[in-house]
Structure formats: C-alpha cells, structure tokens
Nanobody
Framework: QVQLVESGGGSVQAGGSLRLSCAVS????????MSWFRQVAGKEREGVAG???????TYADSVKGRFTISQDSAKNALYLQMNSLKPEDTAMYYC?????????????????WGKGTLVTISS
C-alpha cells in the first residue's frame, strides 16, 4: 500500500519561501516519477510540478522560475522548494504518484495521493 504524507506547509508573507516535503512509503521509489498539485476550494486540482524517472522536471507556467521539485530516493522523499511566494499560491498542496510517467500534471493520471498540506500567503 502506497502512503504519501506531506509536510512543510504554513503561513508566510508574500515574497517568502517554504519547502514542502512528501514522505513516501510502500513504493519502489528509486528513479520513479512523482508530482505536486495544488487546489483552491471550488477549483479543480492543478499540476504544479513533476519529475520523471530520469530526473527531468516540468512546471506549471505560473510557478516556473520560483518553484523547484526534487527527490531524494535514499530518503524516499519528494520536495517542493517554493520561493518568491505570491498570494495566488495559497492552496492545499498534494504530492501524488502517477499511473505512468507520461503524464505528470494531470490529476486524472494519478494513482495515489497524500492528504495535503496547507500553504497560505498573505500580502
């Protein structure tokens, strides 16, 4: 059974930084693909960043240059470094495991989800 547990969310002012972590268990993590999503109440969950089995990363246009996805297979962990945060980044953030590595930013392509960690950015 795959389990994903996010942490690192919180409240910061605009311009600040946060680092989200996702602890992964029950999954052969070495060189596998994973994704970060976020969701605001009343809106569809959107892909934020993904990393494939080769370490290639993809980002939503809204976070390019500000967010960095990374993984540590030795620690079975996925990270999202978020810099220059904006109020519009406020959302619940989720890590997810996709069905395969060809679609890293579609919520419909994910097989497993964590419960999320809340990020709140004040202006």
């Amino acid at each position: 059974q795959v389990q994903l547990v996010e942490s690192g969310g919180g409240s910061v002012q605009a311009g600040g930084s946060l680092r989200l972590s996702c602890a992964v268990s029950g999954y052969f993590y070495s060189r596998y693909c994973m994704s970060w999503f976020r969701q605001v109440a009343g809106k569809e969950r959107e892909g934020v960043a993904g990393i494939d089995e080769y370490g290639t990363t993809t980002y939503a246009d809204s976070v390019k240059g500000r967010f960095t996805i990374s993984q540590d297979s030795a620690k079975n962990a996925l990270y999202l470094q978020m810099n220059s945060l904006k109020p519009e980044d406020t959302a619940m953030y989720y890590c997810a495991v996709p069905r395969d590595c060809s679609s890293l930013q579609s919520p419909y392509a994910m097989d497993y989800w964590g419960k999320g960690t809340l990020v709140t950015i004040s202006s």
